[in-house]
C-alpha cells in the first residue's frame, strides 16, 4: 500500500520562505513520477510541480521561477523549496504519485500553507 505524508506547512508572511516534505512509503519505483498539487478553498485542486524518475522538474507558470522541487530517490521523498510567496500561493498542499499496473493515483491528506500580506 502507497502512503504519502506531507510535512513544513505552515504561516509565512508574503516574500517568505517555506519547504514541503513529502516521504513517501510502500511500492513506490524511482521511474515514478512525484509531485504537488494545490487547493485553494473554493478552487479546484491545481497542479504545482513534479518531478519523473530521471529528476526533470516541472511547474506550472504561476509558480515557476519561486518553487523548486527536488527528489531523494533513495528515500522515495520530495521537496519543494517556496520562496518569494504570495498571498494567492496559500492553499492546501497535496502531495501526489501515480504508480503500479494500473496507473493509480496517490494523495497525501495534505499540508496548508497559509501566507498572509
Known amino acids: 500500500q502507497v502512503q504519502l505524508v506531507e510535512s513544513g506547512g505552515g504561516l509565512v508572511q508574503a516574500g517568505g520562505s517555506l519547504r514541503l516534505s513529502c516521504e513517501g512509503t510502500?511500492?513506490?519505483?524511482?521511474?515514478?513520477?512525484m509531485g504537488w498539487y494545490r487547493q485553494a478553498p473554493g478552487n479546484q485542486r491545481e497542479f504545482v510541480a513534479d518531478?519523473?524518475?530521471?529528476?526533470?522538474?516541472n511547474y506550472a507558470s504561476s509558480v515557476k521561477d519561486r518553487f523548486t522541487i527536488s527528489r531523494d530517490k533513495g528515500k522515495n521523498t520530495i521537496y519543494l523549496q517556496m520562496n518569494s510567496l504570495k498571498p494567492e500561493d496559500t492553499a492546501v498542499y497535496y502531495c501526489?504519485?501515480?504508480?503500479?499496473?494500473?496507473?493509480?493515483?496517490?494523495w497525501g491528506k495534505g499540508t496548508l500553507v497559509t501566507v498572509s500580506s
Open positions: 501526489h504519485t501515480r504508480t503500479g499496473p494500473a496507473n493509480r493515483d496517490y
Open positions: 510502500g511500492r513506490i519505483f524511482t521511474w515514478d513520477p
Open positions: 518531478i519523473d524518475g530521471g529528476t526533470k522538474p
